[in-house]
């Protein structure tokens, strides 16, 4: 078997790399989108610390959308002894919190009802997340160092700006 061939093989792929390089000429995302200056690449970093950014805050932006969520429309409370209706819930458990005995929570408290409201722009932000998410995987994927601490870098920036809206 030629040596110099299966070498030359592994080179000219290098989407088979399997350890991390160094290089200023990695593709990002398509055969288009490839630095061909060392300004070019700088601009390809600071690109995906942006985004990484953008991925912390979505996820802090998520969080307090849900806390919002459950402040608007609450648990609903059921009122012990009458008959559960619109008219007798209560949009907040504030009779329970108080102590009231005559207040006991719903045995579906814990799960609000589906909202278009509330539900398609959830469902819009999780698929957004998600997107994001598999663009930053990709970019590391490329196994270009630069890329990889770029993300690394854009994730503690991000965390840094809102970690503490999330969770």
């Given amino acids: ?16 790399i399997s350890t991390f390089f160094t290089s200023t000429t990695t593709s990002l995302f398509s055969s288009a989108w490839t630095p061909t200056s060392t300004g070019q690449y700088a601009g390809t970093c600071i690109f995906l610390i942006v985004l990484a950014t ?11 959308r849900d806390r919002l969520d459950a402040q608007v429309h609450g648990r609903y409370v059921k009122v012990a002894g009458k008959k559960e209706s ?13 102590g009231d005995p005559t207040a006991t929570t719903s045995k579906h408290a814990g799960v609000r009802p589906w909202r278009i409201s509330t539900d398609v722009p959830r469902a819009l932000l999780d698929t957004i997340i998600a997107g994001v998410g598999y663009l930053l995987m990709l970019a590391v994927m490329t196994n270009n160092v630069g890329y990889f601490l ?5 994730t503690f920036l991000g965390s840094l700006m809102v970690g503490r809206y999330g969770n």
């Fill in 1 to 16: 078997m030629d040596m110099s061939s299966s070498n030359s093989t592994m080179t000219d792929m290098p989407s088979m």
């Fill in 54 to 64: 953008i991925f912390r805050g979505l996820f802090a932006l998520r969080a307090v």
């Fill in 86 to 98: 619109d008219s007798t819930r209560m949009m907040s458990n504030q009779k329970a919190a108080e």
């Fill in 150 to 154: 770029s993300i690394l870098g854009g």
